[in-house]
């Protein structure tokens, strides 16, 4: 059973830091499979944020390009976000995803089948 265990959220103030982290279990470690962050602000639509496949092929929603990375330590089998220059915008929810099947680093949220709980991110101005 795949399991996705968000953390590292927090409140921070505009311009700040935070390191979101993914922990994967029962998820192939080294995989060719797609990972990727969304989040969804109360009263919005979900939206993708970054997307992984291996280094080099990642992909970012345009309104984070910049300012957000997105990696994978396959010794632990947890997938990061580090999101740096933040904005009240960027205030959400975050949630891991993986996918089952999609090599590609999708940011369709109809690719991924197994979705974390979420962590909070909040930014003040």
């Known amino acids: 059973q795949v399991q996705l265990v968000e953390s590292g959220g927090g409140s921070v103030q505009a311009g700040g830091s935070l390191r979101l982290s993914c922990a994967a279990s029962?998820?192939?470690?080294?995989?060719?499979?797609?990972m990727a962050w969304f989040r969804q602000a109360p009263g919005k639509e979900r939206e993708a944020v970054a997307s992984f496949v291996r280094d080099g092929n990642t992909n970012y929603a345009s309104s984070v390009k910049g300012r957000f990375t997105i990696s994978k330590d396959n010794n632990k089998n947890t997938l990061y976000l580090q999101m740096n220059s933040l904005k009240p915008e960027d205030t959400a929810m975050y949630y891991c995803a993986a996918a089952r099947w999609t090599g590609i680093a999708s940011l369709t949220s109809g690719d991924y089948s197994y979705w974390g709980q979420g962590t909070q991110v909040t930014v003040s101005s």
């Open positions: 029962g998820y192939p470690a080294a995989s060719s499979r797609a």
